[in-house]
Nanobody
């Protein structure tokens, strides 16, 4: 069974940057959409950014102009470049790949922005 593995999380001061990556352990076909989600303690999981089969992207208002989602199609790898990080960005970040009849989630990587 294919798994998604996130990496790149860590501790960073406000204003800093991190780059998250999500790699599939095997081949995945017919991906319609890939996305990054996050969940902070005591809050619901929320969509951060998504990228679709045609290349269009979608961002949560709270991260627009600070985060950039991208993908390596050949390697089925997803990235999230996070700049100008804020304490409110602290959360567990998950990646997700969706096809017509499947949805695969990663285990999450922690991002902590502290003063």
């Amino acid at each position: 069974q294919v798994q998604l593995v996130e990496s790149g999380g860590g501790l960073v001061q406000p204003g800093g940057s991190l780059r998250l990556s999500c790699a599939a352990s095997g081949s995945i076909f017919s991906i319609n959409a890939m996305g990054w989600y996050r969940q902070a303690p005591g809050k619901q999981r929320e969509l951060v950014a998504s990228i679709f089969i045609g290349g269009s992207t979608n961002y949560a208002d709270s991260v627009k102009d600070r985060f950039t989602i991208s993908r390596d199609n050949d390697k089925n790898t997803l990235h999230l470049q996070m700049n100008s990080l804020k304490p409110e960005d602290t959360a567990l970040y998950y990646c997700r790949f969706e096809g017509r009849d499947y949805s695969i989630w990663g285990q999450g990587t922690q991002v902590t922005v502290f003063s």
